[in-house]
């Protein structure tokens, strides 16, 4: 009988954060995780953007109105090899949410904005969303007028969360993965005498920003990805460690 065969292995080291505080230097140190409380690199005549802002928001905190949320985004990043392979460090006890409005006060949605209680609006402890003990690194977008629904104003949005996000990403990927807190390690396999199984996910990809973006340099970020619409939807074949890995990425 044919033996199976290792694939590719892929090895998740866990680092988790009890609190978030603003500091004017990114950083971590004992289970505290140090932001910015603003993102560099928004100018003033940016044609998309009027306004981002950086709330954190604790387990606590949650009875608040929050903007339409255009994605839940882990913090993880690539320290050796690529999406599906090597060695990724991510983040627990964190999250990132994306919320848009415009200047106007039209909600950033396609089909149905998400606008309200923060509480209400999210089902949490599910896959995708926060823990009922996450705290919440919240990025609020106002966009110019009319660009609430503009597919251009919304990835640059998403492109400007994930400039803030990758500052934590750089020192996250030095984090020594010795005193990680978790480690996790999961392998492709073939196995010749078995049925081969083939997983099929409908992502989105209509138009505008409902849009999905595949395989970008970083686990669930944008940087070196492409659009499922610029691929014109066609079919695409992920490996198990791959999807594991945050291959794909909802742009809202």
Known sequence: MTESKELRRLTIKSFHMKDVKFCHKTRMENGILHIKNLIEGLSEDDPYIKELKVHIIKKNERNRFVNSIMDFIPIATKVLGKIGEGITHTLTGTVVMLTGVDEDGIQVAEFGSSEGILEDQMVSNRAGTPSDEDIIIHVDTILRSGMGTNRKA???????????????????????????????????????????????????????????????????????????????????????????????????
């Open 154 to 252: 919304i990835i640059h949005v998403h492109k400007m969360c994930d400039s803030f996000i990758q500052e934590i990403r750089e020192k996250l990927k030095k984090s020594n993965g010795r005193q990680c807190d978790e480690r996790h390690d999961f392998t492709d396999k073939t196995h010749p005498k078995r049925k081969k199984v083939l997983i099929i996910k409908q992502v989105a990809g209509q138009g505008a920003m409902y849009d999905t973006w595949i395989l970008p340099k970083e686990p669930g970020g944008v940087e070196g990805g492409v659009s499922i619409i610029d691929m014109f939807n066609v079919p695409i074949i992920l490996s198990p460690n791959q999807y594991r890995d945050g291959a794909l990425r909802a742009m809202d």
